[in-house]
Every structure is written in structure tokens, then in C-alpha cells.
């Protein structure tokens, strides 16, 4: 796991490039997006991406909240809104009109499938000042969950379709972009610290061959 202290605009140029790179080369590429500080950096790095590069790209969220398709706390509606241009790759939603539960299959089978089909995984994550990654919380079910997906009420007061840490494990490589001065602590603690999962999820990308932490704390 690497620690870069650059701007967030370089973390955004080079994983833009990394994209960039792949898809020249033929590669069939997932890319997972996250919600939050990560919504206009994700749509940046797409914006810098040749048109005729992405018919090979699928994006998919991390996590999602769950509600209505196109609800306002919707990660990819939030994503859409901030002018998110698919271009000729496909984006795979979440919400799909269906109950938590059945969503949460849903996504699940998508997510086996994609990962199944694709020459290359990469995870764009933000990490919280609780120090959670995708939607799994600190100290609830989410960090013991097993499948690729799992459906669960979390403490911030939101219902939450996450990818698990099983999931994240299976990807090929993770870019954690985490800015802002209250993300100093958990930054401190990532590189610091073994803490258990369940006190800091954001502790799985030890587990990584391939982690980069874009921030602007810590080297």
C-alpha cells in the first residue's frame, strides 16, 4: 500500500491514465466508482477519457443507498448530476425498482458477472472519517458479511446495498482518494496501525497487492 500527498487533481490524472491505459490495450475494464468527494473526481476522470476508448468500460457504484431508482442520495444519481457523460461504456446501477432484499441479489449476480467477464478490476474509493470504505461500516454486519453483496440498515440513519470485503478483496487494484483535514486520524491509523476490520474496514487494503491513498496529509 502506497501513501502519495498530492492534490486530488493528480490522483485524478493518474487514474485516468491507468484507464486510459488499459483500454488501449484492448482490456475489457470494471471500473467501481464511490459516492461522496469521490462524485466530481470520478466525472473528471471520465471527462478526460476518449469517447472511442470506453466501449470496453463498465462502471459500477461501490455501494449504494438504498431508496427509489434516481433518489437524491443515489450514488449514481448524484454521479449523473454532476455530469457524468457514460460516452459508449455501459453503467450498471443498483436500484432497480425491487425490494432491499432482492436488489441487493440483484447487484450480487451483477457484480459475479461483471468481475467475470472482465480483464481488469479497479476500485475508486473514498474512506470516511469513521474510517469505512465502500458502504461497510464500522461495527455493523457489513464487515462480517460473506457474497459479493450485502443489504443492511446502517448507524448513519441510511439503508445500504455494499459490496463486502470478500468483494473487495477479488479486485485488481484500489485507488483511495481521502482529503480534508477530519481524515488525518484515520489516515494516521491506516498506515500506522493494524487495527481490526471492524473497528476500521479501510484496514483491508494491507490485504492488497496493488493500493494507492491519494490524500493531503500523509506520505
Known amino acids: ?28 475494464v470494471l471500473w467501481f466508482f464511490s459516492g461522496g468527494s469521490n462524485i466530481p473526481l470520478t466525472a473528471q476522470v471520465m471527462n478526460g ?16 443507498r438504498y431508496g427509489d431508482p434516481g ?9 449523473l448530476d454532476a455530469g457524468f457523460d457514460v460516452k459508449q461504456g455501459k453503467l450498471i446501477p443498483v436500484l432497480d425498482g425491487n425490494p432491499a432484499e432482492e ?14 467477464e472482465s480483464d481488469i478490476a479497479i476500485g475508486q474509493l473514498g474512506m470516511g472519517t469513521d474510517g469505512h470504505v465502500s458502504g461497510i461500516l464500522p461495527h455493523t454486519s457489513a464487515v462480517t458479511a460473506n457474497g459479493m453483496a450485502h443489504y443492511y440498515h446502517g448507524t448513519d440513519g441510511h439503508e445500504r446495498i455494499t459490496t ?21 486520524q484515520q489516515l494516521l491509523d491506516l498506515r500506522d496501525k493494524a487495527l481490526p476490520l471492524d473497528d476500521q ?15 493531503d496529509q500523509i506520505e
Open 1 to 28: 500500500m502506497r501513501f502519495i500527498k498530492q492534490p486530488a487533481s493528480e490522483g485524478v490524472a493518474a487514474l485516468g491514465n491507468r484507464l486510459q491505459q488499459e483500454l488501449s490495450a484492448g482490456k475489457r
Open 201 to 215: 474496514p479501510a484496514q483491508v487494503l494491507k490485504e492488497m497487492s496493488d493500493a494507492t491513498v491519494y490524500n
Open 49 to 64: 477519457l476518449a469517447a472511442e476508448l470506453t466501449a470496453k468500460l463498465v462502471i459500477m457504484p461501490i455501494d449504494e
Open 164 to 184: 463486502t470485503l470478500p468483494m473487495l478483496r477479488r479486485l485488481d487494484t484500489i485507488w483511495l482518494f481521502a482529503y480534508g483535514d477530519n481524515k488525518r
Open 103 to 116: 436488489a441487493a441479489k440483484h447487484f450480487a449476480e451483477n457484480l459475479e458477472q461483471c468481475l467475470s
Open 71 to 79: 433518489h437524491a442520495d443515489s450514488n449514481v444519481q448524484q454521479l
